[in-house]
């Protein structure tokens, strides 16, 4: 297991956070503590991946425009809740948009369409992504201390503590996206 995440773990955090990313942040702040990874490397790669998403949406939306987008049956059902998010919070999104889980890619798509510019963009992109990345990887590192502290010797069951832990925060990031899905759809009905 050791081997795998030393040769695959930040290439994993880097596509999980390109994508969305807190599973993926969180289990390598856990697998920092637990000695598999580093967690300055953890903060590097999530900062990257979080970076490169968040500038490759908005380049899409950039690129290809709202009505574009709009053709989409999953993008356009999201965009009411988007809009109406962007409207409430103006350009504070740009900073916040990394803590919104689920409908940020379609938010900077959106944000992508406006005449937002550039450099503004990436100035704040980048001080979001800096602090998401550290606060999550911390999270995880915390929630490494828990698992430490259960088990004193961790190399005789990580064959069962990492799927344990794997499967564990998998729940909660599930329960967590269904509870911001039901919070969209009351956000959506107003």
């Known amino acids: 297991m050791e081997a795998f995440l030393t040769k695959y773990g930040y290439i994993g955090i880097f596509i999980g956070t390109f994508l969305e990313g807190e599973t993926t942040v969180l289990l390598g702040g856990i697998f920092s503590k637990l000695g598999y990874m580093e967690i300055y490397r953890v903060f590097l790669w999530a900062f990257l991946g979080t970076f ?6 908005f380049s899409l939306g950039r690129v290809f425009g709202r009505h574009r987008i709009a053709k989409y049956e999953f993008l356009s059902s999201k965009i009411p809740l988007a809009n109406g998010i962007i409207k409430k919070y103006g350009n504070f999104i740009i900073f916040i948009i990394r803590f919104l889980v689920g409908i940020r890619a379609v938010i900077l798509m959106l944000l992508g369409c406006t005449n937002l510019k550039i450099g503004k963009f990436i100035l704040f992109s980048v001080l979001n992504s800096t602090l998401w990345s550290i606060m999550i990887t911390l999270i995880g590192y915390i929630f490494g ?15 069962f503590i990492i799927p344990s832990i794997l499967i564990l925060v998998t729940i909660l990031i599930f329960i967590y996206r269904r509870i911001v899905r039901e919070r969209e759809k009351a956000y959506g009905d107003q």
């Open 52 to 57: 490169a998403g968040d500038f490759t949406f």
């Open 145 to 159: 201390n828990v698992v430490y502290v259960f088990v004193s010797d961790i190399k005789k069951y990580e064959e």
